[in-house]
Nanobody, 124 residues
Framework: QVQLVESGGGLVQAGGSLRLSCAAS????????MGWFRQAPGKEREFIGA????????LYADSVKGRFTISRDNAKNTAYLQMNSLKPEDTAVYYC?????????????????WGQGTQVTVSS
């Protein structure tokens, strides 16, 4: 059973940085893509970006392009979301998710496995 555990959330001032981690277990992740999403109160879950686990190719939403970077460490079975130049509107619960669709889908419906989420709060 695939399990994903996020960590690294917290409170940061605008302009600051945070790095989220997503530790994966229970699967052969070389055949997966890992996505990152966020959900603010009263809003739909939003695609941030995704990475093909084996090849490392990435895709980002326009709202975070140039500020956020997704990477992975194959040896540790961990994906990362490096967030720089954070803005108050980045405040949300952040989730990592796994899919066998390596075309990097943006829809959360295409992701079968989800972490529990980690809160990121950016103060102005």
């Amino acid at each position: 059973q695939v399990q994903l555990v996020e960590s690294g959330g917290g409170l940061v001032q605008a302009g600051g940085s945070l790095r989220l981690s997503c530790a994966a277990s229970g699967g052969t992740f070389s055949s997966y893509a890992m996505g990152w999403f966020r959900q603010a109160p009263g809003k739909e879950r939003e695609f941030i970006g995704a990475i093909i686990w084996s090849a490392g190719g990435t895709l980002y939403a326009d709202s975070v392009k140039g500020r956020f970077t997704i990477s992975r460490d194959n040896a540790k079975n961990t994906a990362y979301l490096q967030m720089n130049s954070l803005k108050p509107e980045d405040t949300a619960v952040y989730y990592c998710a796994a899919t066998t669709d390596i075309l990097l889908p943006r829809s959360p419906l295409r992701y079968a496995y989800w972490g529990q989420g980690t809160q990121v709060t950016v103060s102005s």
